[in-house]
């Protein structure tokens, strides 16, 4: 069986586990290809107005896969369970939602979207029935696989994420603890590594000579205790992460670029919050949309890396 894994939104988060689930049960699996301007184009017919950049890209990832594959994964996110603080630990809600709107936009083709529900919490404010391994043996049985089989592709899929987890936190911490210019660029993972719409950023700052560290790829369970002392009440996740990443390379860096795709309701909260909250180093927000060049954003970059460079000349 052919398995579409759209290259966009929480790929750039889970990509890693589910490849590795689904081969382990020996499924073939078909990424689609690095996000153009074709994407976004078929992405933004598709789309209401209201919808954000990454998930207008991500709906031409789908159609794009619906002409090439026998099911399509596209899971439902609603929660990871409750903070020690007793805040409820979401992710944006269209995470939640996004297995019925692909089915609804692609009604045709609704019962070729394989799917999955992890919600850790259930109506009665307790622990509920689909946490992420329960997710997972229902996606298996879905497959025809056997309990065994799939309790062994998980387990497999686990620890071999956990290892990509761990090899790039190593290094980031291997950029901080290294010489020359640096800069902390926190965002989600589909926006800051999307090639289309984040990544370029990232050979502009290489030109300018500034190390790039990335939020989303540092150790995640320090940088949900760091992000919890920032500030305890932010209910969405990967921003609780962000949070500890800021808290975390503040004094370890020389810049901060906030970078989210518009109109990202949590993201247009947390990083106002940011930038109130941290005057020790300076932050740049970038804020990326469909009209967004590349002209534009290498400006802005070269303008914020004058600036730590001058604040550094200042502080010699």
Not at 23 to 46: H, I, M, Q, W, Y
């Amino acid at each position: 069986m052919r398995i579409g894994i759209p290259k966009s939104l929480y790929y750039y988060r889970y990509g890693h586990l589910w490849c590795a689930f689904f081969r382990a049960l020996d499924c073939e699996v078909v990424l689609s290809p690095d996000t153009n301007k074709e994407f976004l184009t078929r992405g933004s017919k598709l789309s209401i107005d209201e919808s954000c950049l990454s998930l207008k890209i991500y709906l031409g990832h789908v159609q794009w896969l619906l002409e090439r594959c026998d099911r399509i994964f596209v899971p439902r996110i609603a929660n990871f369970g409750w903070t020690e603080k007793g805040i409820k630990k979401i992710c944006c809600p269209r995470f939640e939602a996004l297995h019925d709107v692909v089915r609804n936009t692609f009604h045709a083709d609704a019962d070729r979207i394989l799917g999955c529900q992890i919600d850790y919490i259930d109506v009665n404010k307790s622990l509920g029935e689909h946490t992420e391994e329960r997710a997972f043996l229902a996606l298996g049985k879905a497959l025809g696989k056997s309990r065994r089989e799939t309790v062994a592709a998980f387990r497999r899929a686990k620890a071999a994420d956990a290892a990509r987890q761990r090899e790039r936190a190593d290094q980031q911490e291997h950029i901080l603890a290294g010489d020359g210019m640096k800069v902390l660029v926190a965002g989600h993972g589909y926006v800051v590594h999307d090639p289309y719409i984040g990544a370029p950023a990232h050979t502009m700052l290489e030109k300018l000579g500034v190390q790039a560290v990335y939020a989303d790829r540092m150790d995640r369970a320090a940088c949900l205790k760091a992000g919890g002392e920032l500030s305890p009440t932010v209910p969405w996740e990967v921003n609780r992460e962000i949070f500890g990443a800021v808290q975390l390379c503040r004094r370890r860096v020389d810049g901060i670029i906030l970078m989210t795709a518009f109109p990202c309701g949590p993201d247009s909260m947390t990083n106002d919050m940011l930038v109130r909250l941290v005057k020790d180093v300076p932050v740049l927000t970038i804020i990326l949309d469909n009209q967004s060049g590349s002209a534009g954003l290498e400006t802005r970059l070269e303008s914020f890396v004058d600036i730590l460079r001058f604040r550094k000349a200042a502080a010699l």
